[in-house]
């Protein structure tokens, strides 16, 4: 009899003690509590900045001449409107200052002109296509945002190449054309819009200064002079986007 309540005794604390060792282990097991995620946050636009613009090329009528002397200058001088694509990369030191630099292409325009011919029974009518790269380094203030538009102005200096081909003139001779370098420069005013932190809509009007361009001189025409084109200029409407990249 005693050594079975001894049994039923050891039974009871084997339960007991197991009990309590489940009770303890499931109180330090730590609760699982998930861990959120958070959404990653965009990157602020950089300084650094990628351009491309096109638009319509307004020229002003050159000034042409025969380069000889004795000549007079040409008159009814004319140059045809045109398009004009470009793009460049610039960096915005602050909220008012940024520089870019820009390479444009002016596509072909007809120049012409009527040259007083002494040789000839009437005036000569000269003409010749012209097409220009430009380069240039330019400068720009911006002048606040106000409800998102974003006002600016700004200059610019570099070179151009002004090339001409397609010569035909009534004088004596057969002329060719040739290729210019010359010193340009321009004035800008126009306006930025955000459509994104880091794409920019840019509506602007530019004048642009050429310098002047001309032809190879003719063989057989009067003292083998060239016809030249001074003073290449015009007024530009363009439109383009600037992408802030980091």
């Not at 009770?23 to 699982?32: G, I, T």
Request: hydrophobic share 35%.
């Amino acid at each position: 009899m005693r050594h079975m309540l001894t049994a039923t005794a050891l039974v009871l604390a084997a339960v007991v003690a197991l009990g309590s060792t489940g009770a303890v282990s499931a109180a330090d097991v730590p609760e699982y509590v998930p861990i959120e995620t958070p959404e990653p946050l965009p990157l602020p636009a950089g300084n650094w900045y990628l351009r491309g613009d096109i638009g319509y090329k307004i020229y002003q009528n050159p000034q042409g001449y025969y380069d000889l002397a004795g000549y007079e200058s040409m008159f009814d001088e004319s140059l045809d409107d045109t398009g004009v694509i470009g793009v460049g990369v610039g960096y915005r030191f602050n909220e008012y200052l940024r520089l870019d630099a820009t390479i444009d292409y002016e596509f072909k325009s007809r120049m012409r002109g009527q040259l007083p011919c002494p040789a000839c029974t009437g005036p000569s009518r000269e003409g010749a296509d012209l097409d220009a790269w430009t380069g240039l380094i330019n400068a720009y203030a911006d002048l606040g945002t106000y409800n998102g538009l974003t006002p600016y102005v700004g200059a610019g200096i570099g070179a151009s190449l002004l090339r001409t081909t397609g010569v035909s003139s009534s004088s004596p001779g057969e002329y060719y054309g040739e290729d210019t370098w010359n010193f340009a420069w321009a004035l800008m005013a126009g306006v930025g819009y955000d459509i994104t932190e880091n794409v920019t809509v840019d509506l602007n009007y530019r004048y642009m200064n050429l310098g002047d361009a001309k032809t190879n001189a003719p063989d057989g025409a009067p003292g083998n002079g060239s016809i030249e084109w001074n003073d290449i200029a015009a007024h530009e409407l363009r439109v383009g986007l600037r992408y802030n990249f980091y």
